[in-house]
């Protein structure tokens, strides 16, 4: 299987164009009812980075809550960014940002558009990014840094499709809010530029019920890829996620291990791992699927995911 670039795009924005439109949903609440226990992340020092902010949002009992708002970096300037951080209310499931294609047609600016409704109904959106999710948290508190010497680059006037995904289990309404800080380095400090790429079996995952199931999957690079960091993403019924090297001398070497579906590990390499044209990788996902039903590949927290997430440029 090849690596594929934009594998929660296809998924997560796959219900763009049905149904009706919906901004800022379920807004019907005063700022007396949000709980000030949260307080919000220092903002990166001046010239170390810009720091985004979604303000506190409403998630209705028993219900999980998804949208996206396009957001302004901050930057008039092309920057470099070489590390992420986030802090959130708790009850979030993922905060993804994705960068947008040059053919994009850009939504406003700080309007959320819902994913889904309190009636079940999916939301029609006018937001889409073709570009790549740059960063994503799986956790209310996450940070994770590039190693020294690499770096994602951003044009002036960089704005990303943050996509927020909440879910609240309770009887009551709560409440999310998240910051997010994109940490910024010099550009003499860069010796080489990355670009990120989702790597996932989404349209062929089936998890039978009421058993554990191991997914095998091969990526093969079309060109001489560099890695030097990759992480993993998978939900709950997940319990291990490996990555071996498939070709070349070190063919079935393990260069990945993960048990924690909230708390995945990030793996650096040094020296970068580098995979002739030819060769890939194979993920080795072990699942625990405890249910009465099939799981597939899908955005809810009860759904399940298989991805390989790698930091990378070819060469």
Known sequence: MKPTKSIIIAVLLSSFFVLQSCEKAFDDYSMSEIPTDFQALAKPAAGKGYQIHIAPFPIQAKYEREFYVRKMLGNTEEVYLNGFEMKA???????????????????????????????????????????????????????????????????PNTSFLMNSHYFNTTDKTRFGEMYVNFYT???????????????????????????????????????????????????????????????????????????????????TFSPALVLKAGEGLTSTVTYNNTTNRTLTFGVTSEDEMNIAIIFKHNR
């Open 89 to 155: 209310r708790p009850g979030t499931h993922h905060m993804i940002a994705y960068s947008f294609g040059k053919d994009d047609v850009l939504p406003e600016t700080d309007v959320m558009y819902d994913q889904n409704m309190p009636n079940n109904r999916l939301a029609f959106r006018s937001a889409k990014s073709t570009g790549n999710p740059l960063f994503q948290s799986p956790q209310a508190n996450y940070k994770f840094n590039l190693p020294a010497g690499y770096a994602l680059t951003m044009a």
């Open 185 to 267: 380095t010099p550009k003499s400090n860069v010796k080489q530029l990355l670009d990120v790429e989702y790597l996932s079996p989404e349209t062929t995952l089936t998890i039978p019920a009421n058993k554990k199931t191991t997914i095998v999957t091969d990526f093969l690079m079309e060109k001489e890829t560099v890695i030097p960091m990759m992480l993993s993403h998978y939900h709950k019924r997940g319990e291990k996620f490996e990555v071996r090297i498939k070709g070349g001398n070190r063919n079935g070497e393990l260069i990945y291990e993960s048990e924690y579906y909230d708390d995945p590990k990030v793996a």
